[in-house]
T-cell receptor
Framework: AQSVAQPEDQVNVAEGNPLTVKCTYSVSGNPYLFWYVQYPNRGLQFLLKYITGDNLVKGSYGFEAEFNKSQTSFHLKKPSALVSDSALYFCAVSPLSGGYQKVTFGIGTKLQVIP | GAGVSQSPSNKVTEKGKDVELRCDPISGHTALYWYRQSLGQGLEFLIYFQGNSAPDKSGLPSDRFSAERTGGSVSTLTIQRTQQEDSAVYLC???????????????FGPGTRLTVL
């Protein structure tokens, strides 16, 4: 069975500082990996995804994530946090197997950027 | 273009009543997902439809939950004999069929907030 772990319920960071939101996964074979963001009172939005290729994936709003196969991790990063980045972030995984598209989400990490 | 829409946006019901939640996916999206979001529980997968294939119902928590997708488009999630623990936000998402047969980016609706009294 596939699973996602987001070990931190909440991450606090000062505005302008770099931020990291952690994610580890478990899946049979190679993974598809995603990050989604949920702003207050708004729906979930896609941030970025990893399928194959370069381990460093760049996404929306200046976010990036690094795929590390040996550590089965896909941490979300941003060099300089903005107050507007405060939101709930979800990591998700799906197996890279033909035709199967069930996506498993983590529990979410609340990011609080402090002015 | 139009995104994923869900109705109603809010539903308050009494314990024991049946409810139907509707999802209109983005036109042309072959995959449709239902999730449940409860406080502190993240996104819980419920069911997944892909084209004409049999749906993956492995996430439905009990036989009180069912879903159908008519004509490969609109989907309805039905909860029978609702219980207080069914209170949550129910999210629908749709996507294109991804490359290499895997998942593509999901586009989420605004959700239906269900409250069971």
């Amino acid at each position: 069975a596939q699973s996602v772990a987001q070990p931190e319920d909440q991450v606090n960071v000062a505005e302008g500082n770099p931020l990291t939101v952690k994610c580890t996964y478990s899946v049979s074979g190679n993974p598809y990996l995603f990050w989604y963001v949920q702003y207050p009172n708004r729906g979930l939005q896609f941030l970025l995804k990893y399928i194959t290729g370069d381990n460093l994936v760049k996404g929306s709003y200046g976010f990036e994530a690094e795929f590390n196969k040996s550590q089965t991790s896909f941490h979300l990063k941003k060099p300089s946090a903005l107050v507007s980045d405060s939101a709930l972030y979800f990591c998700a995984v799906s197996p890279l197997s033909g035709g199967y598209q069930k996506v498993t989400f983590g529990i979410g990490t609340k990011l609080q950027v402090i002015p | 273009g139009a995104g994923v829409s869900q109705s109603p946006s809010n539903k308050v019901t009494e314990k024991g009543k049946d409810v139907e939640l509707r999802c209109d996916p983005i036109s042309g999206h072959t995959a449709l997902y239902w999730y449940r979001q409860s406080l502190g529980q993240g996104l819980e997968f419920l069911i997944y439809f892909q084209g004409n294939s049999a749906p993956d119902k492995s996430g439905l928590p009990s036989d009180r939950f069912s879903a159908e997708r008519t004509g490969g488009s609109v989907s309805t999630l039905t909860i029978q004999r609702t219980q207080q623990e069914d209170s949550a936000v129910y999210l629908c998402a749709s996507s294109l069929a991804g490359t290499s047969g895997g998942p593509d980016t999901q586009y989420f609706g605004p959700g239906t907030r269900l409250t069971v009294l």
